[in-house]
């Protein structure tokens, strides 16, 4: 019976440590409504391949400032297909001035489900790893043709809740938000495109059940322990 108690303690502080999560979730920045339309259904960035853009592509950058500092685990960004190809890229990059500069992380050949003109079908990237943010740094989201040569037309819709922020365009041969012929073209503090990124502070947050969980087990090794040394 006394083996038996003391195992019952340890497995209540084993279920402890396995209930309490790893990190606390929270968004690093994001312009996306949380009531009604996400973003605006019918406003966007033009995003096209050759054919679409006349003979040549066009890219669009916005800047923006990160709201928390954290690892990025989880980017959500709304753009709609409007003809051709549906293949796109996303990238993250380290402002350098008022342009894009050195290249955090690139995610290719995503698609979109939605139709521009309709709301609110968001693109997620998932899993994301090794990509840290800082509060108050400010950063580009870059979204282009994921080739020079496809048939993409795609629309990033704008916000609807009225942020805004530094405007570029690219066009004719940029692939990517820095380097590869992007010359960058300022419109100006302009709305940005609709996004949010979510991410993990560092903080772990126990929740109720595994503190008591935890305070059980304890109090029940430290009972045990108590009776062993009184004999």
Known sequence: MKKFGWSLCLLALALSVSTLPAMAQT???TDLATSGNTYNCCDGWTITGNEFGGGYTVTAANEFTAMATGSVSQINVAVGTVEGTNSFFVGLYAANGNAPGTEIAQWNDLSSSQQFGGCCGLVTINNISGVELTAGTSYFMVIGPTNLTATTWEAWNWNNTGATGTDLY??????????NGCNWTSGGTQTLGAFDIVGSTGQTVPEPSSLLLLGTGLVGAFGTIR???RK
Not at 170 to 179: D, F, L, P, T, V
């Open 27 to 29: 968004t690093l920045f």
């Open 227 to 229: 009776r062993k040394l």
């Open 170 to 179: 690219a066009e004719s041969g940029c692939q990517n938000g820095s380097g």
